[in-house]
């Protein structure tokens, strides 16, 4: 499986981006997906993540409420819907795909390139 997330970009902070998650492969569709983010000189962090099937999704608690997470299995995309932006939600995004442990844990069997989001204040 390979992704591809794209979307990224600057936006004024209380503004909105989407982010997506293309798949290749047949098999994303069983897979449950996450997306991550990173800002410059911090670890990698979880932000959201979805269950296989798009029944079950989990958010960080510094973006619960403003952003949603959702999938299209027919087109093998994941979302990243982003609202009400922060100056602090400004890093590298990254989705991720088959999480070895929980959603939260960096141990996916793999991973998108990142995209950039800017939030500016």
């Known amino acids: 499986v390979q992704l591809q997330a794209s979307g990224g970009g600057w936006v004024q902070a209380g503004g909105s981006l989407g982010l997506s998650c293309a798949a290749s492969?047949?098999?994303?569709?069983?897979?449950?997906v996450g997306w991550f983010r990173q800002a410059p000189g911090k670890e990698r962090k979880f932000v959201a993540g979805?269950?296989?099937?798009?029944?079950?999704?989990y958010y960080a608690d510094s973006v619960k409420g403003r952003f949603t997470i959702s999938r299209d299995n027919a087109k093998n995309t994941v979302y990243l819907q982003m609202n009400s932006l922060k100056p602090e939600d400004t890093a590298l995004y990254y989705c991720?795909?088959?999480?070895?442990?929980?959603?939260?844990?960096?141990?996916?069997?793999?991973w998108g390139q990142g995209t950039e989001v800017t939030v500016s204040s």
């Open positions: 991720a795909a088959a999480p070895r442990r929980r959603f939260e844990d960096r141990e996916y069997v793999y």
């Open positions: 492969g047949r098999t994303f569709s069983s897979y449950p």
């Open positions: 979805i269950s296989a099937s798009g029944a079950s999704t």
